[in-house]
């Protein structure tokens, strides 16, 4: 045997490199340190490459200070800092130490006052409307003049979801001793937007505590780590601009995701002794009966609402009757919501009002409405398919401000957004003309992303609940008629059979199939 340093090597067997005897013969920390330069400068170049790719954790990059309603949050990617703010359409709103609208509440709370707290979006925080227009300082008033001693929280924040209202509840809004809690969130959670809330919160909180991850080579390796082992609850994401802003869309927040974090919320509840009562929003679509366009992407979600409630045995007030009978009664749409989604100060009033009769109903403060507990079961809700199509592609999103875009990438984003509204979704295979099916396998401009149903209502009790349910039992799209007649409802291209469902006010349901080829219908429910 053949000695080198501290090696052996079988001298019978194998020659020594001459490369290798003089490395064996350096000493070791010299060897040490030309490991360590030789790993660094690998390292270095696998950063200079990673930084290349323009990976970014999520962090708020939109207006800040007075200036802007929203700043960056540590926990929940956006909030509000203290102050008066504007708030559109001329109007303005207070901002607290907590970052919630209105007045601070009064610590510990006093002694025989109830009080009111309500999450929501931007619809429920009161945009475009004075801090005293809102529907909870509406209710307050209204509840104050019938002798009862209560305060408000406004706590919704414009674009929240339940995901981000799930984390304030935990380090602001339990501790503000509640007796109610108002649940508004839907807008924001079921939006086709380009990434999952709680994605986006485990990767903001990720971002805070590793100060590491200024490191561009660490930000990819820890996406791709949470891609293999992430959990349902949320995993690492990270752009890179490199690549463009992605295409595909998934639901903010998932519908087993939104049904599994309000049960969480309502268990939470349950704990504490807090009665809870759950908002159904409206919008200028449910309004209005000649709407028109693709099925609604909230109707799941909805469906979602009502058997959690019935789970719970919590009520739910739903803001589209109210508002068709403040339209019965002479009120305009417009004079309701100022634009497709927002109430107004008349439609704030209108929901306070709602929302003092179903206390009321129930006796509220006395009369308990606090949720029942037990595990979840199978509520038996769908979500719809996913259209894989947007008309925003990420222009209007409030995502696009947690990501520093280009100049050239923003104007990249708008050009896609202008190109899919004029485009329309996508036309199946199965939906082209057989000539097109048997050619070259090129696509053409769809000629319609839609077919619609025909449907004559005769007969039974106004009002109507209409509903279009697919193959897998899915609500694909609903309406609310005022009166027997003729209309028309979209259904997605996809979607090749649905059963049309009816039922009046009397409780009287009738069925029957429709399809593109047979998409008139008449439903007849006696006299």
């Given at each position: 045997?053949?000695?080198?340093?501290?090696?052996?090597?079988?001298?019978?067997?194998?020659?020594?490199?001459?490369?290798?005897?003089?490395?064996?013969?350096?000493?070791?920390?010299?060897?040490?340190?030309?490991?360590?330069?030789?790993?660094?400068?690998?390292?270095?170049?696998?950063?200079?490459?990673?930084?290349?790719?323009?990976?970014?954790?999520?962090?708020?990059?939109?207006?800040?200070?007075?200036?802007?309603?929203?700043?960056?949050?540590?926990?929940?990617?956006?909030?509000?800092?203290?102050?008066?703010?504007?708030?559109?359409?001329?109007?303005?709103?207070?901002?607290?130490?907590?970052?919630?609208?209105?007045?601070?509440?009064?610590?510990?709370?006093?002694?025989?006052?109830?009080?009111?707290?309500?999450?929501?979006?931007?619809?429920?925080?009161?945009?475009?409307?004075?801090?005293?227009?809102?529907?909870?300082a509406h209710l307050v008033r209204s509840l104050q003049a019938e002798g009862i001693d209560v305060d408000s929280m406004n706590?919704?924040?414009?674009?929240?979801?339940?995901?981000?209202?799930?984390?304030?509840?935990?380090?602001?809004?339990?501790?503000?001793?509640?007796?109610?809690?108002?649940?508004?969130?839907?807008?924001?959670?079921?939006?086709?937007?380009?990434?999952?809330?709680?994605?986006?919160?485990?990767?903001?909180?990720?971002?805070?505590?590793?100060?590491?991850?200024?490191?561009?080579?660490?930000?990819?390796?820890?996406?791709?780590?949470?891609?293999?082992?992430?959990?349902?609850?949320?995993?690492?994401?990270?752009?890179?601009?490199?690549?463009?802003?992605?295409?595909?869309?998934?639901?903010?927040?998932?519908?087993?995701?939104?049904?599994?974090?309000?049960?969480?919320?309502?268990?939470?509840?349950?704990?504490?002794?807090?009665?809870?009562?759950?908002?159904?929003?409206?919008?200028?679509?449910?309004?209005?009966?000649?709407?028109?366009?693709?099925?609604?992407?909230?109707?799941?979600?909805?469906?979602?609402?009502?058997?959690?409630?019935?789970?719970?045995?919590?009520?739910?007030?739903?803001?589209?009757?109210?508002?068709?009978?403040?339209?019965?009664?002479?009120?305009?749409?417009?004079?309701?919501?100022?634009?497709?989604?927002?109430?107004?100060?008349?439609?704030?009033?209108?929901?306070?009002?709602?929302?003092?009769?179903?206390?009321?109903?129930?006796?509220?403060?006395?009369?308990?409405?606090?949720?029942?507990?037990?595990?979840?079961?199978?509520?038996?809700?769908?979500?719809?398919?996913?259209?894989?199509?947007?008309?925003?592609?990420?222009?209007?999103?409030?995502?696009?401000?947690?990501?520093?875009?280009?100049?050239?990438?923003?104007?990249?984003?708008?050009r896609a957004r202008k190109s899919l509204e004029a485009q329309g979704p996508p036309i199946l295979p199965d939906a082209q003309?057989?000539?097109?099916?048997?050619?070259?396998?090129?696509?053409?401009?769809?000629?319609?992303?839609?077919?619609?149903?025909?449907?004559?209502?005769?007969?039974?009790?106004?009002?109507?609940?209409?509903?279009?349910?697919?193959?897998?039992?899915?609500?694909?799209?609903?309406?609310?008629?005022?009166?027997?007649?003729?209309?028309?409802?979209?259904?997605?291209?996809?979607?090749?059979?649905?059963?049309?469902?009816?039922?009046?006010?009397?409780?009287?349901?009738?069925?029957?199939?429709?399809?593109?080829?047979?998409?008139?219908?008449?439903?007849?429910?006696?006299?």
């Amino acid at each position: 045997m053949i000695v080198y340093g501290n090696r052996l090597f079988p001298g019978d067997f194998l020659e020594v490199p001459p490369l290798v005897k003089r490395w064996s013969m350096l000493p070791l920390w010299l060897r040490l340190s030309a490991i360590a330069v030789g790993c660094g400068a690998a390292l270095l170049a696998v950063e200079e490459w990673a930084q290349g790719q323009r990976p970014q954790l999520p962090g708020w990059g939109g207006p800040q200070g007075t200036a802007g309603l929203m700043v960056s949050h540590p926990t929940r990617l956006w909030g509000m800092s203290p102050g008066t703010k504007p708030n559109a359409e001329g109007s303005e709103t207070a901002i607290n130490a907590l970052g919630f609208r209105g007045a601070e509440p009064e610590m510990p709370k006093p002694s025989g006052r109830s009080r009111i707290v309500s999450l929501g979006d931007s619809a429920f925080f009161g945009f475009g409307v004075n801090d005293g227009e809102t529907f909870d300082a509406h209710l307050v008033r209204s509840l104050q003049a019938e002798g009862i001693d209560v305060d408000s929280m406004n706590a919704g924040v414009a674009g929240y979801s339940i995901a981000q209202h799930r984390v304030a509840m935990d380090e602001e809004i339990w501790d503000l001793e509640p007796d109610l809690l108002v649940l508004c969130n839907v807008w924001s959670d079921n939006t086709w937007d380009t990434f999952k809330d709680e994605d986006l919160l485990v990767s903001a909180r990720f971002a805070q505590r590793n100060p590491l991850t200024r490191s561009a080579a660490l930000k990819l390796f820890a996406a791709w780590w949470a891609g293999v082992f992430g959990g349902n609850d949320g995993r690492i994401i990270v752009w890179s601009g490199a690549e463009g802003w992605p295409e595909g869309k998934v639901r903010r927040v998932p519908l087993d995701r939104w049904i599994q974090l309000h049960h969480e919320v309502l268990l939470g509840a349950a704990e504490r002794g807090i009665s809870v009562v759950f908002l159904k929003p409206t919008n200028s679509f449910l309004l209005d009966p000649e709407s028109s366009g693709a099925p609604p992407a909230w109707i799941p979600y909805f469906e979602a609402m009502d058997a959690l409630a019935a789970h719970h045995e919590i009520p739910v007030v739903d803001v589209t009757e109210a508002y068709l009978a403040a339209i019965e009664n002479g009120a305009a749409i417009t004079d309701l919501l100022w634009d497709k989604m927002h109430p107004t100060a008349q439609g704030h009033a209108v929901l306070g009002d709602a929302l003092k009769h179903a206390l009321l109903v129930r006796e509220w403060p006395l009369g308990s409405m606090v949720p029942t507990t037990g595990s979840l079961p199978n509520l038996g809700v769908q979500d719809i398919p996913n259209p894989e199509w947007t008309d925003d592609a990420g222009a209007g999103s409030p995502q696009i401000s947690l990501f520093e875009l280009t100049e050239q990438e923003k104007s990249a984003m708008m050009r896609a957004r202008k190109s899919l509204e004029a485009q329309g979704p996508p036309i199946l295979p199965d939906a082209q003309s057989t000539e097109t099916a048997r050619g070259p396998s090129v696509r053409t401009a769809p000629q319609s992303s839609t077919w619609s149903v025909a449907i004559s209502l005769e007969e039974g009790q106004a009002p109507y609940t209409v509903r279009l349910v697919d193959e897998e039992g899915r609500t694909v799209g609903s309406a609310r008629v005022k009166k027997a007649q003729s209309f028309r409802l979209k259904v997605r291209q996809d979607v090749r059979t649905v059963r049309v469902e009816v039922t009046d006010s009397m409780g009287r349901t009738k069925t029957q199939q429709a399809s593109p080829s047979a998409d008139a219908v008449t439903l007849r429910l006696g006299g």
